[in-house]
């Protein structure tokens, strides 16, 4: 493990002063940090410098300096060349950061040279966007926490329509519908009322926003059913065009009437490294206080 890939979030790392610091410890190593162009100006050292994905296609890991939030979007694009991830948490909850700065994040990189660590695979979500025919329109669109359908700008509750596997469940008049996977169980779902899950489990949280009806209940799926949700207008002239298809909360799409968002599991898989011995309900017991 020579290669270290790291994507830093400045709002977190005040300019770049803890990348700074972890890259020269890694040079004085003599291994080979890669850092993203745009925080080339800021480190001071002899790292490589990648543009776009360069840094995950040359990378035998990436770290993650910064939140959940920044886990997230190194862990989605890591996926796809099946390298795995580590968090060194600037942020706030960090449920899937491994260590804190300072020095223990030093301390978490010196275990993974050394190989004193362990990996867990986590379950993505891909989702698509259909039109009136049931044909994709937008595609492979990936997330670690979440897909969601959601009324957008609109202070109105809007109506969807739910499919599992081309069976008809039900219709909702809600603020949106969660689908989650156990990963992001305690994140925007937990806030909505879902199911806590286990992120080693093989299953998904459908969970509607603020329903109406109180027979309205999140549900545990099946990591092998495939959600489709629409939505539409209950009376003639309804405007839904500010619906929209979110993915982790980081990535927004329109979903236009008549369309459709189709969700499943994905095939690609996060590989997150951990270097503590820290469980999940510790985890979790610790950031519900």
């Known amino acids: 493990m020579k290669n270290i890939g790291f994507v830093a979030n400045l709002d977190r790392d005040i300019n770049g002063e803890y990348l700074q610091k972890v890259t020269n410890w890694l040079l004085s190593k003599g291994l080979s940090p890669i850092i993203r162009d745009s925080e080339a100006a800021l480190v001071n050292n002899h790292a490589k410098v990648a543009s776009g994905d360069e840094l995950y296609e040359q990378s035998d890991i990436v770290v993650g300096l910064g939140g959940d939030g920044t886990m997230i979007g190194a862990s989605k694009k890591a996926a796809m060349y099946g390298v795995p991830v580590m ?60 897909v969601c359908v959601l009324r957008g700008t609109s202070p109105k509750a809007k109506s969807y329509s739910l499919q599992i596997n081309g069976d008809y469940l039900d ?111 510790d985890i979790l017991r610790k950031k519900m206080h």
């Not at 779902?189 to 299953?203: F, H, Q, V, Y």
């Not at 209950?234 to 619906?243: A, F, K, L, M």
Request: net charge negative; glycine share 10%; proline share 4%.
């Open 87 to 146: 968090g060194i948490n600037l942020g706030t909850l960090g449920y899937l950061t491994d260590a804190g700065g300072g020095e223990a994040g030093i301390e978490a990189l010196r275990k993974v040279l050394l190989g004193d660590y362990k990996t867990e695979k986590r379950m993505m979500l891909e989702a698509s966007i259909l039109d009136e025919n049931k044909n994709p329109v937008t595609d492979g669109l990936y997330a670690l926490n979440d």
């Open 171 to 281: 219709k909702y008049k809600a603020d949106g519908i969660i689908v989650a996977t156990p990963t992001g169980s305690t994140a925007y779902n937990l806030s909505a009322g879902g199911p806590i899950l286990r992120p080693d489990m093989e299953c998904i949280a459908v969970t509607p926003i603020c329903p109406h009806k109180m027979n309205s209940r999140p549900m545990v799926v099946s990591a092998n059913d495939v959600m489709n949700i629409e939505v539409f207008g209950d009376y003639e002239g309804e405007d839904i065009n500010e619906v929209m298809l979110s993915l982790d909360c980081q990535h927004n799409i329109g979903l236009r009437k008549g369309y459709s968002a189709e969700i499943k599991r994905s095939k690609k898989y996060v590989t997150l490294i951990k270097t503590n011995d820290l469980g999940f309900y």
